[in-house]
């Protein structure tokens, strides 16, 4: 009747104790090899998000090189964007091992602790029930053999009595031993009939108690605790499901960043930048006009400055032992190594234009970081002259002073390099002049004079001693006059014209001299100005009466005369 109330539960394995202890050890066992196997996807995780972490930090454009300048581009900036994207993927994949550890890995580690105590109490209890019910049987088996020997004992004193009884032989004395021996016995084993019935009533109540009561409680907690036991393991999967799906979302808005970076690609965009990053700020040269050196005709010619063929050659010997470098034009390949000089005079004008603003920016960010540093400290120092006892206001004073300095290097460092960038914009050609090519014959003397003083300005050097893209050949020049009959003792040194003095100038900065035409001058000297700056950045100076030349304008400080200005 117990059975049929209790159901479906364990009862029914009452005699299968050590065989359901075998089973709830599987059982745990079981769960301790699922925990193992979501701690090593908890590993694979982390060592895969490592793993990407590192594929996209390795792939990331390094600072100040060359992946750094690409990144100007669509598809440069797509690929960075993915990286980034890449990042936070793997960020997600961190996620997933950080949520399996904490909602499985743990849990299941703190139940398993509760798990195996739940089961050795319940083992324990159903051992101890085992025990007294062993303990019951051996007293009720040991009252069952002392009842039997006793009642043998009784029988033979029976036996004994009444064999003395029937013998005329023996005394009345014997007999009467006998006889009381006999009941002796009796009475014995009449005790141990009631110490055995009573083991016995006591025995079958233990043991009906033990399989009907104490050991179906027993197994019905087994039982429960079994049943937690699996659907703990099935929460725990679902968990493990869980965990992957709540990053899908965010998984799929990184690959939808990705997918959003490859679109945002446009070739005509990469090419565009491609002709902003490169252009030169030439011109195109133009059409070579025809000579004719037919019978009458005087050879006088000259090569064109603006010609390809000047400037493929290397640098020419001049008349007065100086050199002239080719320009830089398209598809001639640039022989300059390394950095270059500091005004960037290497680079074609546009190019150099675009590096010396960037240059400026730079320093202008330097000198405001310095200025705001500075406020800072001068805000600090008036709260220590307010309150003495946070600090000394004269120790912000040497560090004041260091700034000051650093914002006045800065600020000539900037004046230096605007001045570059002044001449640069001053010598780019209008795209709205059309391209001429000069050659032949000079048509009057005013056009021979303006080709000579245009040459000697563009054969003058930058403030290091090359801008490249701006000269051309002096020798040639001077070979065309050479040819004129008109200008045959123009460049004669003893019949050369002396220029007269139109004021004075400062130089601000040190400049070195190299190329024919210029003149080395030293920061603080003061000279002479013979010729104004014509827009093409340099100024004609006098030191004295046989030392005169071009310096750059922005390197001197011009003061003209009243007269001179007028004019």
Known sequence: MMEERMGNCWSYTKDQ????????????????????????????????????????????????????????????????????????????HEVIAENLTSQIITELSRYLTELKAERKSHFHDGRKAQQQIESSWKQLESSKRRFERDCKEAD??????????ADINVTKADVEKARQQAQM???????????????????????????????????????EMEERRIERVGVSMKTYA?????????????????????ESIEPKTDSKQVVESY???????????????????????????????????????????????????????????????????????????????????????DIQKEMDQKDALTKMKGVYEKNPQMGDPASVDPRLVEMSMNIEKLQSEVQKFEGWLAEVEGRLPSRSDPPRRQSGLYESQHSNSTMVDNNCAQDRESPDGSYTEEQSS????????????????????????????????????SFEGHNEGTISVTEGELLFVIEQDKGDGWTRVRRNEEEEGYVPTSYVEVFLETNAKDS
């Open 17 to 92: 104790f050590d065989n359901l202890e075998k089973h709830t050890q599987s059982g745990i066992e079981f769960v301790e090899r699922y925990s193992k196997f979501v701690k090593e996807r908890s590993e694979i995780e982390i060592s895969y998000a490592k793993q990407i972490r590192n594929l996209s930090k390795k792939y990331q454009p390094k600072k100040n090189s060359r992946e750094d300048e690409e990144n100007k581009y669509t598809s440069c900036r797509a690929f960075l964007s993915t990286l980034n994207e890449l990042n936070d993927y793997a960020g997600q």
């Open 156 to 165: 033979r004193a029976q036996q004994y009595f009444e064999r003395m009884d």
């Open 185 to 223: 016995r009796h009475q014995i084993a009449a005790d141990s009939k009631t110490e055995y019935s009573n083991y016995l009533t006591k025995f079958n109540q233990e043991q009906n108690e033990h399989y009907y009561t104490l050991i179906p409680n027993i197994f019905q907690k087994l039982q």
């Open 242 to 262: 869980e965990v992957d799906r709540e990053v899908l979302p965010i998984v799929g808005k990184c690959l939808d960043g990705m997918t959003k970076a490859a």
């Open 279 to 365: 252009k030169s700020g030439f011109e195109p040269p133009g059409d070579v006009e025809f000579e004719d050196y037919g019978p009458g005709q005087t050879m006088k010619r000259t090569v064109s400055e603006t010609s390809l063929s000047n400037s493929r050659g290397e640098a020419k010997e001049r008349p007065g032992g100086g050199k002239s470098k080719g320009k830089l034009w398209p598809f001639i390949k640039n022989k300059n190594k390394g950095s270059g000089p500091e005004d960037f005079s290497h680079l074609p004008p546009e190019q150099r234009r675009k590096k010396l603003q960037a240059k400026i920016d730079d320093i202008n960010k």
């Open 474 to 509: 002096e020798t040639q020049v001077k070979v065309a006059i050479a040819n004129t009959p008109e200008f045959d003792d123009e460049f004669d040194d003893g019949d050369e014209e002396t220029l007269p003095t139109i004021g004075t100038c400062k130089a601000v900065y």
